[in-house]
């Protein structure tokens, strides 16, 4: 009954990924003649969540041909009129716009980096246009578009 003839292979487990990064492993690969591949990952073992690009490096030293935009002085002087045309501190303005009074103090001296949102709630507070050819007139109250 018995065949003498066939042969029976048991066969082991494939290693598990952390063995076959051991030491040894890649050891006895080499010495087998197997091909090997390293990579060195960029980053790997450090806890880099946050990391600056070479572009806003680049940015922060501000070169010559690299500067942030910002506000020109005569929006700063227009925002600066129109507040006091309303009685209001920055502070007072910078509350009622929800935005911190160091915004505020940027734009009036023309260091602030420009941005639609905040010029737009400044323009609704003070009711000067800020943005566009019809700078410094008046803003018209919604719904009256002539």
Same mark, same amino acid.
């Given at each position: 009954m018995s065949d003498w003839? &066939? #042969? &029976? #292979?048991?066969?082991?487990?494939?290693p598990k990924a952390s063995v076959m990064k051991s030491e040894q492993a890649i050891n006895a690969a080499r010495r087998q003649g197997a091909a090997i591949d390293t990579q060195l990952k960029w980053g790997a073992g450090s806890n880099k969540q946050h990391v600056t690009t070479k572009n &806003?490096?680049?940015l922060d030293r501000e070169t010559e041909e690299l500067k942030h935009e910002t506000i020109s002085l005569d #929006? *700063?002087?227009?925002? +600066? +009129?129109?507040r006091q045309s309303k009685g209001m501190s920055q502070k007072e303005l910078a509350t009622k716009i929800n935005e911190k009074p160091q915004i505020i103090t940027d734009y009036?001296?023309?260091k602030g980096i420009p941005n639609n949102? =905040?010029? *737009?709630?400044?323009?609704?507070a003070?009711? =000067?246009?800020l943005r566009g050819k019809d700078k410094g007139k008046p803003m018209q109250p919604p719904g009256n578009k002539n």
């Open positions: 003839d &066939t #042969v &029976t #292979v048991l066969k082991k487990r494939a &806003t490096a680049k #929006v *700063g002087r227009l925002i +600066q +009129q129109g009036e001296a023309g949102l =905040i010029l *737009g709630k400044i323009e609704r003070i009711g =000067i246009k």
